[in-house]
Nanobody, 127 residues
């Protein structure tokens, strides 16, 4: 069965860095788009970044562009989210997700289009 497990969350100071990991298992993800979403208390789930597994093409939300980097390790079946220059507004539960195929762009930002989800990992950025 497909399973996505996030790790790497924690408490960091503003301006600091953190790397999240998403261990994927249960199938080959070569035909999938992998995404990171986040949800702060009282707010809706929002798109952060996505990567096409097959070629490594990426797409980012404007709010994190230039600060966050999404990548994947084919051998380890793991997706990463490197977060730099963190801000208090980045505080949220971060979720790893996967969807079959699809164009990489605005169409990748809707959470309802993703088939599989992890349980989430908490990221807290202090001032």
């Amino acid at each position: 069965q497909v399973q996505l497990v996030e790790s790497g969350g924690g408490l960091v100071q503003a301006g600091g860095s953190l790397r999240l990991s998403c261990a994927a298992s249960g199938r080959t993800f070569s035909n999938y788009v992998m995404g990171w979403f986040r949800q702060a208390p009282g707010k809706e789930r929002e798109f952060v970044a996505a990567i096409r597994w097959s070629n490594g093409d990426t797409y980012y939300a404007e709010s994190v562009k230039g600060r966050f980097t999404i990548s994947r390790d084919n051998a380890k079946n793991t997706v990463y989210l490197q977060m730099n220059s963190l801000k208090p507004e980045d505080t949220a539960v971060y979720y790893c997700a996967a969807k079959f195929s699809g164009r990489l762009g605005p169409i990748s930002t809707g959470y309802t289009g993703y088939n599989y989800w992890g349980q989430g990992t908490q990221v807290t950025v202090s001032s």
